[in-house]
């Protein structure tokens, strides 16, 4: 019996703990459900959160609003807010927007209203499409703006939309409710207030008010249980419901209570359109018209995030009718010519710094990149340049010529301001959701409009260059070179696949060792170069293709620790800077046993992912498989940029050279702790200025225009731009500013795709030599992906470099520690370079001698230099 009990207790037991299991399902799927539900409440109610942005109104007089200096006058129409700056000392007058756009017989209608907008404004809609808005139509025309001046300033504040003026106060309100606001307010304003309300008794209304009854039980269904209701009467003019507004603020209603009345009980919804909140400030320093929009105070509603923001676009425009150019920051500087007919071409556009690599693409085809912000106009004898200062790196530099669907050549700057990147959707659903930057960073666009009372290229090159000097301070000076530079890159390692014990594994191959870098140096330096200056690079972490600078190991197969402190002796002996070169930037097949842990030291894209980057194929321009590497957050690249000091200091090296800090400069959008790209810039530069504080040298590599004063040496600048189709005509506006105070070179000679014409642009631009050597020939570089240093073996090329360094040492070295002073182009492939002390440096890149005329002959293929 007692077996029989004991047996049944055990099978209730089992029964009872099946009954549980069975029910741990259906609770796990109850709170999947319960989440999910609490999930889709909260995120439903952000995304569906209506905002209401004070909307500008502009109510002052038609008198011209002034700022007004020595050389300069700023005189605007506030029934436009357009304006113009006089140059006073040439009497020329530049427009913010053209005149009688209206009577343009090329412009199409469609296009007026953005030709007389002083913004134009790129947004996205809740499908990620992208709309524009003018302020002129949505805006200027409908009088939605402020003017403030204050401190020798303009400030201008658009509201940009299809306004329709809200104003905070209650269409229909509870007598209760009604009556505490009422009593909030002084006697008078509370008496006005009445005057324009009706009140509704329920259970009293007048044989008039009863055909309204089912109208306003419609609209306030709770009105027959509160019993009396005041509702504001029809017709109420706008300048009374300003006042009303500031009334109803004051007794305590908010925007909040504004929205639920509206929504519950006015029969409508509050506005959710695209409205955008945007102010410019204008001011006047010297020659400069100083402009600026701190894009933190812009306001915009979340369901519409402003994608980007064009800034006078028009400005300086030149007419249909007009002779003049338009200077690009391509190459050295290039310039496409008013009504040049290139109809059919595409527009100029560049990407300031380049791309930011915290936005994702998925193909390349070309690199549409300038190293610094300016860009200008020229006509009428007369020129501006616009020099981008913070906030440079959001801009891209537009550029068209008239007849395409207006009548006017134009040149400006379009800011990128929330980036996006592309979310992963359920696959049931048809389109594209997109995640955006989360806030707009606090900072500024800051433009210098500078007027120059020249159209020559060399006076607005000085202008560049007097700004320079302005903002860069010490760090950019003439420097004291009594000799050409000559840059001379030496090859430690780069990797190759080699099989190990049948498996095939990446190791080192040595280009140079350490003890033939010195051997190297050593037959440079008796070339006779007395200005030279030595790269080593891939001489760390695995070489070329270098490893995470976590730590910093030598290459074995370059030799010991005793031989790499040899060569830096060896160099500080000849006196010959040896900068040690690294990449900062990014992370290759580092693991996280060698100090790379991808969540926290990879930047992210704005849809959190991190930021995994690819090589692009040259020929079909997608990404190649298996080269994928990381883009580091940003202040893991300055720590990087601090090993590699460190290490330069503790072994006594001469500088340190970076592959990318200066190059490249790249966001990072990590939900907790965001970095603009303006930020990481001041980042690194604030890390450069440390390293140049510590008494070590700096090279950079292309160079951007922020490093032009702290770098001792930029390497592989463009001389020559791309050729695009809309281009009419190369000049070297920039290194007419840059020269005798940043030296600077091209590419390597010896490695670039046509050694005579980079020679010859060399000598035009003033740059300095620059050559990639290893010691090993070029066949050791077969099966490897180093096809671009074939042409790097220093026995295969050291006559060369002898005849080119001797000759232009000879003829030009002395010209290094002075600026330009001046720069014609003589024929369609003939310029002359002119120093300050006189010496003219004339190119010929044609095919046939030129002769000047003073009887002065120039070879083709060739360059004079003329003391």
């Not at 047996?7 to 999910?36: S, W």
């Not at 990318?660 to 930020?679: E, I, N, Y």
Request: proline share 3%; glycine share 8%.
């Amino acid at each position: 019996m007692y077996y029989n009990k004991e047996e049944r207790r055990k099978e209730k037991e089992m029964a009872l703990k099946r009954e549980l299991l069975n029910l741990i399902p259906v609770t796990v799927l109850i709170l999947i459900i319960v989440i999910g539900a609490l999930l889709i409440v909260h995120f439903t109610d952000n995304s569906k959160e209506l905002e209401i942005l004070d909307v500008n109104e502009y109510s002052g007089s038609k008198d011209i609003v002034k700022l007004e200096n020595d050389d300069l006058l700023f005189e605007m129409d506030p029934m436009t807010t357009h304006f113009t700056v006089t140059n006073k000392k040439s009497g020329e007058i530049w427009y913010s927007n053209p005149k009688n756009v209206d009577a343009d017989p090329l412009s199409l209608p469609s296009e007026k209203n953005y030709i007389k907008s002083t913004l134009i404004i790129n947004y996205s809609d809740q499908k990620g499409s992208e709309n524009k808005y003018n302020n002129y139509e949505f805006c200027i025309s409908g009088k939605s703006y402020d003017i403030i001046t204050e401190d020798n300033k303009v400030r201008v504040k658009y509201s940009i939309g299809k306004i329709q003026r809200e104003y905070i106060i209650p269409t229909i309100c509870f007598g209760d409710r009604f009556e505490e606001l009422i009593s909030k307010m002084n006697k008078n304003d509370a008496n006005g207030v009445k005057d324009y309300y009706k009140k509704y008794d329920f259970n009293k209304l007048s044989a008039k008010d009863e055909e309204r009854r089912e109208e306003l039980l419609k609209k306030c269904p709770e009105w027959e249980e509160i019993g009396v209701i005041y509702v504001l009467r029809d017709n109420v003019k706008d300048n009374l419901k300003t006042k009303f507004e500031k009334f109803f603020l004051g007794a305590g209603y908010t925007e909040e209570e504004y929205i639920y009345d509206k929504e519950h009980y006015a029969g409508e919804a509050a506005q959710d359109k695209p409205v955008f909140n945007v102010e410019i400030d204008y001011s006047l320093e010297g020659n400069d018209l100083k402009v600026n929009v701190p894009i933190s105070e812009i306001e915009y509603k979340k369901s519409y995030p402003i994608v980007s923001l064009m800034v006078l676009p028009y400005f300086g425009a030149g007419t249909w009718e007009e002779e003049g150019s338009m200077l690009i920051p391509e190459g050295g500087g290039s310039l496409i010519n008013f009504n040049n007919g290139k109809t059919n071409q595409s527009a100029y556009y560049a990407n300031v710094y380049g791309w930011d690599y915290a936005t994702r693409r998925d193909s390349l085809v070309h690199e549409t990149r300038v190293s610094y912000g300016v860009f200008g106009i020229r006509k009428n004898d007369d020129s501006f340049i616009c020099i981008l200062g913070d906030g440079a790196g959001y801009a891209s530099i537009r550029a068209d010529v008239a007849g395409k669907t207006s009548g006017y050549n134009i040149v400006y700057a379009d800011y990128s301001i929330l980036h996006r990147e592309e979310v992963d959707v359920a696959a049931r659903m048809n389109g594209k959701m997109y995640l955006y930057e989360q806030r707009i960073p606090d900072e500024n666009l800051k433009m210098t409009y500078r007027f120059v009372d020249s159209a020559e290229i060399i006076d607005m090159s000085k202008a560049y260059n007097d700004y320079l000097k302005e903002t860069l301070g010490d760090t950019f000076t003439l420097n004291k070179d009594s000799d050409v530079p000559v840059a001379v890159e030496i090859l430690g390692a780069v990797d190759k696949v080699e099989q190990v014990l049948g498996v095939p594994v990446s190791r080192p191959l040595a280009l140079t060792t350490y003890k033939e870098a010195e051997g190297l140096i050593g037959r440079i330096k008796n070339v006779g170069i007395s200005n030279l200056s030595v790269k080593l690079s891939g001489w760390v972490n695995g070489g070329i293709n270098q490893k995470m600078l976590t730590r910093t190991k030598l290459v074995h197969r370059l030799g010991s620790k005793k031989d790499f402190n040899d060569l830096i002796n060896y160099t500080k002996e000849a006196g010959v800077p040896l900068y040690l070169d690294a990449v900062t930037e990014y992370e290759y097949d580092t693991n996280i046993f060698e100090g790379f842990f991808v969540y926290t030291d990879a930047a992210c894209y704005a849809n959190k992912k991190r930021a995994q980057l690819t090589t692009f194929s040259p020929i079909y321009f997608g990404g190649e498989d298996g080269d994928d590497y990381f883009l580091l957050k940003p202040s893991i690249i300055v720590k990087m940029m601090e090993n590699i000091k460190k290490y330069a200091l503790k072994n006594g090296a001469y500088g340190v050279s970076f592959r990318d800090v200066g190059f490249q400069v790249s966001s990072d959008f990590k939900k907790k702790a965001p970095v603009s790209r303006q930020a990481a810039r001041d980042m690194q530069m604030e890390e450069l200025m440390n390293i140049k504080d510590s008494g070590l040298g700096i090279m950079t590599n292309v160079g951007n225009d922020y490093v032009f004063g702290i770098s001792d040496y930029i390497t592989n600048m463009d001389l020559n731009g791309f050729d695009y189709s809309i281009i009419d005509e190369e000049v070297p506006f920039l290194f007419l500013a840059i020269h005798g105070y940043t030296n600077y070179s091209g590419e390597a000679l010896n490695i670039t795709s046509n050694v005579d014409e980079e020679l010859l642009k060399s000598v035009e631009c003033g740059a300095g030599l620059s050559f990639v050597f290893m010691d090993e020939d070029a066949q050791s570089l077969q099966d490897t992906l180093y096809s671009e240093y074939f042409g790097a073996s220093y026995d295969s090329w050291s006559t060369r470099f002898e005849e080119i360094c001797r000759r232009y040492s000879s003829e030009l070295g002395h010209t290094f520690n002075q600026g330009i002073d001046d720069w014609q182009r003589l024929s369609d492939g003939v310029t002359v370079t002119v120093y300050e002390d006189g010496t003219k440096a004339y190119v010929n890149y044609g095919y046939s001698d030129y002769t000047t005329s003073r009887g002065l002959t120039i070879p083709a293929r060739d360059y004079v230099v003329e003391r």
